[in-house]
């Protein structure tokens, strides 16, 4: 089991990276690890993993969905790049997901590294769901993927904090990651099933995406503190 300095996982979603780097520095006291995506990677490469994993465990979020060859090519590599997660999606099916369950055991003895399968996007509702999913609800696409992740050999998945207690009750050592936190005065944005970092870890979560909470704030750090006292880390 990886054991991160505090729940928090920043969502790094910009497009400045210096800028980034700066930020992420300054909260570093406060980060359990940092999560990168396309929107950085598109323009830096394994350059930005590899200056980032200085720092705290660095996430790298491209949710890798396409055959098990491929899918395994790329896990390898973002592990080469220094990542300390990774994500790919559930969907991928069964095949997939126990080759990438291999692929974590052999990596992982070399250094700390999990993949997180992805269940249901947070900025899913039941209404925006695409049409050949629309059969059963959130609820139960997510049991189902999880399901399938576990019973395949990963024990990471991802989350709305809203399935979170479900999951937990299916495993009590699966890693459960938990995008869409929100402050309980903020706004949505584009995300549908959110709640408080309080409240997601209540349910079971073990770690806590939080982007936009901390990326507009007047004081980032200020916010970090904030949320960190919330949870009760020391």
Same mark, same amino acid.
């Given at each position: 089991?990886?054991?991160?300095?505090?729940?928090?996982?920043?969502?790094?979603?910009? !497009?400045?990276?210096?800028?980034?780097?700066?930020? &992420?520095?300054?909260?570093?006291?406060?980060?359990?690890? +940092?999560?990168?995506?396309?929107?950085?990677?598109?323009?830096?490469?394994?350059?930005?993993? @590899? @200056?980032?994993?200085?720092?705290?465990?660095?996430?790298?979020?491209?949710?890798?969905? %396409?055959?098990?060859?491929?899918?395994?090519?790329?896990?390898?590599?973002?592990?080469?790049?220094?990542?300390?997660?990774?994500?790919?999606?559930?969907?991928?099916?069964?095949?997939?997901?126990?080759?990438?369950?291999?692929?974590?055991?052999?990596?992982?003895?070399?250094?700390?590294?999990?993949?997180?399968?992805?269940?249901?996007?947070?900025?899913?509702?039941?209404?925006?769901?695409?049409?050949?999913?629309? +059969?059963?609800?959130?609820?139960?696409?997510?049991? %189902?993927?999880? %399901?399938?992740?576990?019973?395949?050999?990963?024990?990471?998945?991802?989350?709305?904090?809203?399935?979170?207690?479900?999951?937990?009750?299916?495993?009590?050592?699966?890693?459960? &990651?938990?995008?869409? +936190?929100?402050?309980?005065?903020?706004?949505? !944005? !584009?995300?549908?099933?959110?709640?408080?970092?309080?409240?997601?870890?209540?349910?079971?979560?073990?770690?806590?995406?939080?982007?936009?909470?901390?990326?507009?704030?007047?004081?980032? @750090?200020?916010?970090?503190?904030?949320?960190?006292? !919330?949870?009760?880390?020391?």
């Amino acid at each position: 089991m990886i054991k991160l300095k505090t729940p928090i996982i920043l969502a790094l979603d910009i !497009d400045d990276f210096e800028n980034g780097l700066k930020l &992420v520095k300054q909260l570093a006291f406060g980060l359990g690890a +940092i999560k990168i995506g396309p929107r950085l990677l598109m323009q830096h490469g394994a350059v930005a993993v @590899k @200056k980032l994993a200085e720092i705290a465990p660095v996430f790298v979020d491209n949710k890798y969905y %396409d055959i098990p060859n491929t899918m395994e090519s790329a896990i390898r590599q973002t592990y080469e790049a220094g990542a300390t997660f990774a994500t790919v999606h559930a969907s991928a099916g069964r095949e997939a997901l126990k080759r990438l369950a291999h692929v974590e055991g052999e990596l992982s003895r070399q250094r700390p590294f999990k993949i997180l399968s992805v269940t249901m996007l947070t900025s899913f509702s039941q209404q925006t769901l695409p049409p050949n999913l629309k +059969i059963q609800t959130i609820e139960k696409h997510v049991e %189902d993927l999880a %399901d399938l992740t576990l019973s395949s050999g990963l024990t990471g998945l991802v989350c709305s904090p809203h399935e979170v207690k479900i999951l937990r009750a299916k495993s009590a050592s699966a890693f459960l &990651v938990t995008p869409g +936190i929100r402050f309980e005065s903020s706004i949505k !944005d !584009d995300q549908s099933r959110v709640m408080s970092a309080v409240q997601a870890l209540e349910q079971g979560a073990s770690a806590l995406v939080v982007g936009r909470p901390l990326l507009e704030a007047v004081d980032p @750090k200020l916010a970090l503190q904030k949320i960190i006292q !919330d949870i009760g880390q020391p």
